[in-house]
């Protein structure tokens, strides 16, 4: 298996979209200085990476007939292979989370593999397909808190959401989707980018947060629902296979955004802004390797 082929199959550039999750949980915990929060985002990746390897493998008689071009139907990558890589990477996520976080991270970690492989293997062909990857979402937020995941619940539902319509538009990325759907999905975008943009009281109980970091917070959310509810707006008025898409790329790109607001939220403005600078990288990225 070539390198160039195993970046296709975890998808390598979407892996952008992932570790401002924990780094948002953290924050909202208090606990963004502590030691392991910022090695928590490689275990986010190694599970992001293994549900898309996952994806694959589940997918491949399917793709065989939609999407031959991807890497196990083309023959680039074998099914086992595949399943290699996952199981792999499920074990290096979840083998850093223990060692980053301590034994709270690593039942976090171990739940949020358990749903990411659930939803690849049991639950994608059925209606509950968005509600887990949704919760598979709001899990790596809470893995970010550490000891402390009450108080990261609001980030956890900002992205869970925001995750919840993008997977509900994505199934309309072969034949089409419904306007329903994309208005859904647009709802969701809203509702996590104003829980991104309201100030929010952190771990330490101060709540009045600095202009600056206000004025952040709400462009971030700005910059994140312009920019991914444009895309679902056109899907809602050309509901076709190729806006879904469109749409789909551009909610997965947009979850750096919305992370980038959630730690202005939380007072982590250094974060935030080092966070942005990998939203155009995700997108030129992507170009090269797509996200889905």
Not at 234 to 249: F, I
Not at 260 to 274: D, E, I, Q
């Given at each position: 298996m070539r390198l160039r082929d195993l970046a296709r199959l975890v998808r390598l550039p979407a892996a952008l979209s992932v570790p401002g999750d924990t780094l948002a949980g953290a924050a909202a915990a208090g606990r963004l200085g502590g030691p392991g929060a910022w090695a928590l985002p490689a275990a986010s990746v190694c599970?992001?990476?293994a549900g898309m390897a996952l994806n694959d493998y589940a997918d491949r008689e399917v793709d065989a007939v939609e999407r031959p071009e991807r890497p196990i139907p083309s023959g680039a990558v074998r099914p086992g292979e595949a399943l290699a890589v996952a199981a792999g990477l499920t074990a290096a996520g979840v083998g850093v989370a223990a060692v980053a976080g301590g034994p709270r991270t690593a039942g976090t970690a171990a739940a949020l593999a358990v749903t990411v492989w659930s939803y690849d293997l049991l639950l994608k062909p059925t209606p509950l397909a968005p509600l887990g990857m949704a919760a598979a979402r709001g899990l790596d937020v809470l893995m970010g808190a550490g000891e402390r995941p009450a108080d990261a619940a609001r980030p956890a539902l900002a992205l869970a959401a925001h995750t919840l319509g993008v997977t509900a538009l994505s199934r309309g990325e072969v034949h089409g989707t419904r306007p329903c759907v994309a208005a859904g999905a647009l709802s969701c975008t809203l509702a996590g980018a104003a829980l991104a943009a309201v100030p929010a009281r952190t771990a330490s109980g101060r709540t009045a947060r600095s202009t600056a970091e206000r004025i952040l917070a709400g462009a971030?959310?700005?910059v994140f629902a312009v920019g991914v509810g444009a895309a679902q707006g056109?899907?809602?008025?050309?509901?076709?296979?190729?806006?879904?898409?469109?749409?789909?790329?551009?909610?997965?790109r947009g979850m750096i955004p919305l992370?980038?607001?959630?730690?202005?939220?939380?007072?982590?403005?250094?974060?935030?802004?080092?966070?942005?600078?990998?939203?155009?990288?995700?997108?030129?990225?992507?170009?090269?390797?797509?996200?889905?």
């Open positions: 599970l992001y990476w971030l959310a700005g056109r899907a809602l008025t050309e509901p076709g296979a190729h806006q879904a898409r469109s749409a789909t790329g551009a909610g997965i992370q980038a607001a959630l730690l202005a939220r939380y007072g982590a403005v250094g974060a935030a802004c080092a966070l942005t600078v990998g939203a155009p990288v995700a997108a030129r990225a992507s170009k090269a390797v797509p996200v889905t």
